[in-house]
Nanobody
């Protein structure tokens, strides 16, 4: 069974930075693409960033140039470095393997104050 444990969220002022981590178990991490999603109150969950097994990345337009997704296959961990945070980045952030049917983790709350 796939387990996803997100951490690193918190309260930060606009313009600040946070680094999210997600430790993955229950699958062969290195061969799976991974994604970070977020869900703000009243909104649908949206893809923020993705990274393939080979390290290619893609980003939502709203975070391009500010967020960076990366992975450490030795640690079965995917990261999301978030810089120049804006109040509209406030949401619960989740990671998930792309193309693998699994339950969502508990997520990590990111709150950006103006």
């Amino acid at each position: 069974q796939v387990q996803l444990v997100e951490s690193g969220g918190g309260l930060v002022q606009a313009g600040g930075s946070l680094r999210l981590s997600c430790v993955v178990s229950g699958l062969i991490f290195r061969i799976n693409a991974m994604g970070w999603y977020r869900q703000a109150p009243g909104n649908q969950r949206e893809l923020v960033a993705g990274i393939t097994s080979g390290g290619s990345t893609n980003y939502a337009d709203s975070v391009k140039g500010r967020f960076t997704i990366s992975r450490d296959n030795a640690k079965s961990t995917v990261y999301l470095q978030m810089n120049s945070l804006k109040p509209e980045d406030t949401a619960v952030y989740y990671c998930t393997p792309i193309g693998v049917r699994t339950d969502w983790g508990q997520g990590t709350q990111v709150t950006v104050s103006s």
